[in-house]
């Protein structure tokens, strides 16, 4: 698969952007997960890592992090960010390790930055087989297949910090060309100590449904089951993001 160039100078500005994400939420949720799957072992994978976030929280709390992103720029932030832990550049569709883990995350939309099934398939079955017997693959999905419509549209998200100021605008469509893919353009204005700049970011992410992404991580080996919106309550039609646990 060709290097996209997601997030170029958008990088610096990613945890600004985020900065009231509950990533506490979603680590203690991973945490009951961990516990109650009675995994054994603290060899995390976290794929699609981005800046870091998750994979600073599992460090310290005593996890041997490996993150693993396509973006050089996401990846310096995430080192400078955890100290302890190794960061590679990489692609979750092509990713192979000789190296097995425990855990293996893979959050905030990120499965969807697979464009097609035989994508999907593939990074479904490299996590199958980078990881432990009793190991597990936890993920969340964004975009849903027949719920596109809910993450159409037009919107703007803010940050101010003394002389920096950040806009950014995002446009959520279906692609007119293929009915499996979204595209989100980011458009990232930025005033910072007076000097204004800006970029336009454009993503494709696949879209699947749930009972897709199941069957494929039941094909590949994995025992599934999925929980509403990082809470250990079980998954209906109308949560908001499924998030898949799939323990080999
Ligand atoms: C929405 S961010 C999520 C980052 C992080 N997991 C978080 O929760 O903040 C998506 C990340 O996926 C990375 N990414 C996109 N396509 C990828 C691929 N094919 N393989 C690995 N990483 C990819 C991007 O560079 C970006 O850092």
Request: some cysteine.
């Amino acid at each position: 698969m060709p290097k996209e160039q997601l997030y170029k100078k958008y990088a610096q500005f990613y945890d600004k952007v985020y900065s009231k994400k509950k990533y506490d939420e979603e680590i203690a949720f991973i945490k009951s997960i961990i516990s109650n799957f009675k995994v054994k072992g603290k060899n995390l994978l976290d794929m699609a890592c981005g800046t870091g976030t998750h994979a600073k929280k599992f460090a310290d709390d005593g996890f041997k992090i490996t993150g693993v992103d396509l973006n050089s720029g996401m990846l310096e932030i995430a080192k400078a960010k955890v100290k302890n832990a190794t960061f590679l550049e990489g692609s979750m569709q092509a990713f192979k390790s000789k190296e097995k883990f425990d855990v293996a995350t893979f959050l905030f939309t990120a499965i969807n930055y697979n464009k097609n099934i035989s994508d999907l398939k593939a990074t479904i079955k490299n996590f199958y087989d980078i990881l432990n017997k009793g190991g597990i693959v936890i993920f969340d999905l964004g975009l849903i297949k027949g719920q596109e419509d809910k993450k159409s549209g037009a919107f703007i998200d803010t940050y101010t910090e003394n002389d920096l100021q950040i806009a950014r605008i995002s446009q959520w469509n279906p692609s007119k060309d293929n009915p499996d893919i979204h595209n989100a353009i980011f458009l990232m204005l930025i005033k910072d100590k007076g000097k204004i700049d800006f970029e336009i970011d454009e993503h494709e992410l696949g879209i699947f449904s749930v009972e897709e992404i199941k069957s494929i991580m039941e094909k590949t080996g994995f025992a599934v089951k999925i929980y509403d919106n990082y809470t250990l309550k079980k998954y209906t039609k109308k949560s908001k993001r499924p998030i898949f646990v799939g323990q080999k």
